[in-house]
């Protein structure tokens, strides 16, 4: 099924009868709070299932899933999921190494919560975005990296688990030694290398 740009492909508080495997373009989830703030939960990829926690613990679903950009998907109900993993019990390894994926990434941020100062953990955060989202611009220089995917400062915010005042701030502070420049809903990474050192990481494969 194919999903222009914008559109919601899952609603929070929905039953979950089905899920989504992505097969081309990148998607945002989101979570609206009781006071109505909306946290970015994550980004997900061509390859990848949303919508699969809902259908696994039978509950609404906890998150909204928008198309960043023209996303195609194929729908899943359970029955077909169920049918299929017990046909390929191998497969179940496969999707439990990434619902585990997404746990880890979860308590890395818990950790750098109470680990580094603010500019850090923001860091931490594009390095990973660079990693699995960032394009080599037209000039082709290496080690700059524009984000394959337009994200507001708020968003970037609740990826980091900062108020909104201090992602600011931190950003700021990146763009000033040169890690960083800063457009509307546009990050470019200007040095890779420079910016992976300041954030004391390592090469892990990032958790999206």
Not at 16 to 29: A, Q, S
Not at 165 to 190: D, Q
Request: glycine residues 8%; contains cysteine.
């Amino acid at each position: 099924m194919l999903y222009p740009k914008h559109r919601m492909l899952l609603r929070q508080g929905d039953g979950g009868k089905h899920l989504l495997l992505l097969t081309r373009g990148v998607v945002k989830v989101l979570a609206s709070s009781e006071n109505g703030m909306d946290v970015l939960l994550g980004i997900r990829v061509a390859g990848e299932l949303v919508g699969e926690m809902a259908v696994f613990e039978e509950k609404p679903r906890s998150g909204s899933v928008f198309a960043c950009g023209e996303v195609s998907a194929r729908i899943i109900p359970l029955e077909v999921l169920e049918g299929f993993l017990t046909r390929h019990p191998e497969a179940i390894k496969a999707l439990v190494a990434s619902l585990s994926a997404r746990l880890r990434w979860a308590n890395q941020r818990r950790i750098d919560s109470r680990s580094y100062d603010a500019p850090v953990r923001l860091a931490r955060v594009l390095v990973e975005l660079g990693r699995a989202h960032g394009r080599t611009p037209p000039e082709g220089i290496a080690v700059r990296k524009v984000l394959g995917v337009t994200i507001s400062q708020s968003e970037l915010a609740s990826l980091c688990g900062l108020a909104l005042p201090t992602t600011e701030k931190a950003l700021a502070s990146l763009s000033r030694k040169g890690l960083v420049e800063r457009s509307y809903r546009r990050i470019t990474i200007c040095d890779m290398p420079s910016l992976v050192e300041f954030a004391k990481v390592g090469d892990e494969i990032p958790y999206w």
